[in-house]
């Protein structure tokens, strides 16, 4: 859920809450002078919204005025059986309102909802074009069994690799949890920071031919080896490294789960996918006594860094950026 300013991002138990500055005077109600966030227990926050909107109807009342479009669509949530709150809180991943939604749009994500495995159902619908859910369904369904025969030809079990995750939980900082993963991972298999990592022998790589309409891609983990089709085509054999090493995070953050989207949202999965994906592929140590070697951290000597990698540019700068320049001050 999102205003100009205001984004409030669910994560399981939990909900990140981030405003930003308001730097070009909208003409809205509430403005923010900083930018910040905050974690907050969503049991807490549904309670705390809840609340305002009884005040809101509260003071409505006073004013004579009970019979409003709130006060019915407040009703209706009220008494909103658990069907109808699936319903609701999958068309809200989809960025529309529940309760004005066509019932051409609402019969399209019940029917599509159904079709699909529930463990990737809340990922599809944040990641989806809105425009295009049918073709989108139909490049995950498509992708489904391509993934599944992708890992049947990875040369490597992740099993032994499960672990790695278990010991930490960062509910705050997901990213430190794929910073830690990353960097075992390597260390257990001996491969130095300075060095390449080579992820194709533990995700095999498929391919569907047709647009996938928002979704990043989807990974599938089959007696203990993964295979992932990624949804930007022809875009190159970093990219499709990176999302090999994506894939690879999600898989070693929930052992149990069988499919998996690669998402655009910023959930704490994605996070911490994103983030183990970048230290697996370019250590952020290995960046820095390179930089050291080199003397300078301008855009050629990252870019330099990202050719031994072999991954883009901008990974380097993140690496750079979040982790190098940060403990340096």
């Not at 966030?37 to 909107?53: C, K, R, W």
Request: with cysteine; net charge negative; proline share 5%.
């Amino acid at each position: 859920m999102a205003w100009p300013d205001l984004t409030l991002v669910p994560e399981g138990a939990v909900t990140r809450i981030v405003w930003t500055q308001d730097h070009h005077r909208h003409l809205t109600p509430v403005r923010f002078a900083s930018d910040g966030y905050e974690i907050i227990p969503t049991d807490e926050l549904q309670i705390e919204l809840a609340g305002v909107v009884d005040r809101i109807l509260e003071r409505l009342a006073e004013s004579g005025l009970r019979k409003t479009p709130l006060a019915e669509e407040w009703s209706a949530v009220g008494k909103a059986d658990d069907e109808e709150k699936a319903f609701c809180r999958t068309v809200a991943r989809v960025g529309l309102d529940p309760y004005s939604v066509s019932d051409e749009m609402a019969d399209a994500v019940v029917g599509i909802a159904g079709k699909l495995p529930v463990d990737i159902r809340d990922d599809f619908f944040d990641s989806a074009d809105v425009t295009a859910l049918a073709g989108a369904a139909a490049w995950a369904r498509r992708a489904i069994p391509v993934a599944g025969r992708a890992a049947g030809k990875a040369a490597r079990d992740l099993q032994p690799f499960y672990q790695i995750a278990e010991p930490r939980i960062d509910i705050d900082r997901p990213w430190t949890l794929g910073y830690a993963m990353a960097r075992q991972l390597r260390n257990e298999l001996n491969v130095r920071d300075a060095d390449q990592f080579d992820v194709s022998p533990w995700v095999g790589l498929g391919d569907v031919s047709a647009p996938s309409y928002g979704i990043q891609g989807l990974v599938t983990v089959s007696d203990g080896r993964c295979g992932a089709v990624l949804g930007a085509r022809g875009a190159g054999a970093m990219a499709s490294r990176f999302g090999q090493a994506r894939a690879l995070g999600r898989a070693l953050t929930h052992p149990g789960q069988e499919h998996f989207i690669l998402s655009a949202a910023r959930g704490r999965d994605e996070r911490i996918a994103r983030a183990f994906a970048a230290e697996l592929l370019a250590p952020a140590e290995g960046i820095r006594l390179t930089l050291d070697s080199i003397g300078q951290s301008d855009d050629s000597a990252l870019e330099t860094i990202a050719q031994h990698y072999r991954v883009s540019p901008l990974v380097v700068r993140h690496q750079y950026d979040n982790q190098i320049a940060i403990s340096s001050h």
